[in-house]
Every structure is written in C-alpha cells, then in structure tokens.
C-alpha cells in the first residue's frame, strides 16, 4: 500500500512519536510510506534514518480551513497514487477528508485526546465520513461514548513501540547510571515526562517523604522539562531529602534512561489517553508503577508486569515504591514480565499487522483492536 502519513506538530511528544514509529512499522512491513512533517520536528532525523521520505511544510496549519496546507497536503500526495492519508493532528481531519475525496485516497485518522471538543458538526461527521477513526486505549473509547459521541466506527489501536531498540542492555544500564552519578547499591526511582501538576509530580514528591526516609538507599530520578519545573526544583530544595533527588533534561538516549532506573513511576492524574513511557520502561525490563488514570492500567498487567494506584494516592503510592524497592526478586520477575507483554503486544510487529488488519476491514462497524488478546 502507498501511505502518506501527515503531521503539523512541530513537537516530539506522544503524539508525535505515534506517528513516526507507526510510519516506521509500516515501512518495516514493505509498504510504501512517505512523511509529511514541519519544519523543526525532532521526528525529521528519527524517519530519515528509517530511510522513510520526508517532506517538510515549511509553515504551521493555522487550522481546518488552511488553503495553504490543504494545497501542500494535494501536491505531495497526487505525486503518486495515494492509497491511504493517515493522521494523528485533528487540525489536518478536514483537509484529508477533502483530499481524500479529490484523490480517492482513503483516510485513516488517529485521536489522542479523550475529548472530542470541538464544534457539534465536526464530533458528528468526522468519525463518519473518516474511513477508518481510530482511538489508543478502551479508556478513551469508554470516555468518549459517556461524553455522547457515538463510537461505533471507532476501533482501538494501541501505540507501537520499537522493542527492538528499547531493550534491556547492562551496558546502557551502565551508561545511564554513570550519567545519573549513582552507585550499583541505589535503587533508582524514575519520573519521565513533562514537568506539569496534571501529570502527578506533586503527588510523586509527596509520596517520596515518605519513602525515601524510609528506604536510605534509594534515589528519586526527574527526567523531563515543564512549567511545574522551577516550583518542582524549589520544593524539593526545602525538603529534608532534597539531596537524593537528581533532575536531568530529555536525552535521545532514552534505553540508557530505562534502563538506569530500578522503578519507573507514571502518577498521572488527568486521563491519560495511552501511557507510553510506560510500555517504552517495560519494553527496556523496568518495573512501572502506574496510577489508574485514563488508559494507563491498559499499559500493563496489575501485579504482574507493574504496580496500579489510585490517582493522587501518595501514601499508596509510596508504598506500591516501597514494595518494589524492598524485593530485588519481585523488581526482576516484574521486569521480566513487563518485557515479554511489551513485545507480545505493542511492538512495531504487533501493532503493524493490527493496523493492516483495520485498514483491510471493509466493514464500517469494525471491532476493536485485537492489542489485548495477546495479553
């Protein structure tokens, strides 16, 4: 199939990373597939060493009735028969439905958000004249039915990951550690993502008095940037444990942050429409602690690839890290199960032949995606 996946975000986050490994599963898979991305997307240098064409809008959509990017959109996907116009950005959902209709290409959109907020007409005609919309967790789907939407035609499609380069390594464990500037004997507690109340970091620090005095030889790791960040630092300076917390910027070497952390922690405590970092961590044989907001508990198997808790829950989250931190036998079974489930059932293999199976459904009141029966 020739597939011509369209972003205008020039961000690197989720969403964005959704787009090009999917893009890259797809190429994998021998199918023809181009990129069309913005000028400053961190995504640029991820697809071209996948050997995946790039072409760059050299301007950002301003919105659904952009003539300008609808033009861009027309130009590059009538250079060759388009079979499919895929997105995850809602800005582009008009513009590759219109061009759909001019090129007979059909069209595949992704929503990442758990709302559908925008105007009556759009909630109502988007999912039906899209043909194929398609959602990353139950959650969202769950969450969006409640708020009205009808759901019918919407199918679940979990994130892919690239199991094959985040994987367990001793030896980017041991480059992460060193960048860290901690000792074989610390066990590492790991924060990754934005730093933004809405994503739990609050709720992280108020846990880790309680179990960082409790456990002398752990160490709290905050990987990440946001607005939060300087009332984050400033709190953490006042406290009476504020020399074991360690703070680092995003880094490309992200198997070497994975896997220099003994315990991941996802406390988010808005609906998180997937959990990436958290299957990235299992993927690279990290325990995750997980709150149970949105799709997060569908990133993991309770009790057995990571630890659930309640949302804003610092004293049971401090004890879910306690339980972890206090058992190197469960941390390396946990470990080794969270690997096999984040190969089994969101790898690029994996989900690749999901996305090919919806793609090929000629059904409009398609099912949901098969991500959890291999689970």
Not at 64 to 74: E, F, G, K, M, N
Not at 135 to 158: C, F, I, K, P, W
Request: aromatic share 6%.
């Amino acid at each position: 199939m020739e597939l011509l996946f369209a972003e205008s975000s020039p961000r690197g986050w989720g969403t964005e990373q959704h787009s090009a490994a999917l893009a890259i599963a797809m190429a994998r898979r021998n199918h023809q597939v181009r990129c069309l991305i913005s000028v400053g997307s961190p995504l640029e240098t991820v697809l071209r060493e996948a050997g995946i064409p790039v072409v760059l809008n050299e301007r950002p959509v301003r919105g659904s009735v952009d003539t300008s990017a609808i033009r861009t959109l027309y130009r590059v996907a009538s250079q060759r028969r388009t079979d499919w116009l895929i997105t995850n950005e809602p800005k582009l959902y008009w513009p590759l439905i219109l061009l759909g209709r001019l090129t007979r290409a059909r069209t595949a959109l992704f929503r990442h958000w758990e709302n559908m907020n925008k105007g009556a007409l759009t909630r109502r005609l988007i999912p039906r004249l899209a043909d194929r919309f398609i959602l990353v967790s139950r959650a969202q789907r769950e969450h969006l039915q409640a708020d009205g939407v009808d759901v019918t035609n919407m199918a679940v499609l979990y994130n892919p990951i690239d199991t094959q380069r985040l994987s367990p390594s001793e030896e980017a464990r041991a480059r992460g550690r060193a960048a860290l500037g901690v000792t074989d004997g610390q066990v590492v507690i790991g924060y990754v993502g934005r730093m933004v109340r809405d994503k739990g970091i609050f709720t992280l620090l108020r846990a880790s008095e309680e179990f960082l005095p409790a456990a002398p030889e752990t160490r709290l790791v905050w990987v990440g940037e946001g607005l939060e960040l300087p009332e984050l630092r400033a709190r953490v300076e006042q406290s009476a444990n504020g020399g074991r917390h360690i703070f680092r910027r995003w880094s490309a070497d992200i198997q070497a942050i994975y896997t220099a952390l003994d315990v991941l922690v996802v406390p988010s405590e808005y609906a998180e429409p997937f959990g990436r970092v958290s299957i990235e961590a299992q993927a690279c044989g990290t325990p995750v602690i997980c709150s149970d907001a949105g799709g997060l508990p569908e990133t993991l198997t309770p009790q057995v690839t990571g630890l659930l808790t309640r949302k804003g829950d610092s004293e049971q989250l401090a004890a879910a890290v306690l339980e972890l931190t206090r058992d190197p036998e469960l941390r390396r079974n946990v470990a080794l199960a969270g690997r096999r489930l984040a190969c089994a059932s969101f790898s690029l293999e994996h989900i690749a032949n999901e996305f090919e199976a919806l793609l090929a459904n000629k059904q409009r009141g398609y099912a949901v995606a098969t991500s959890e029966a291999a689970r």
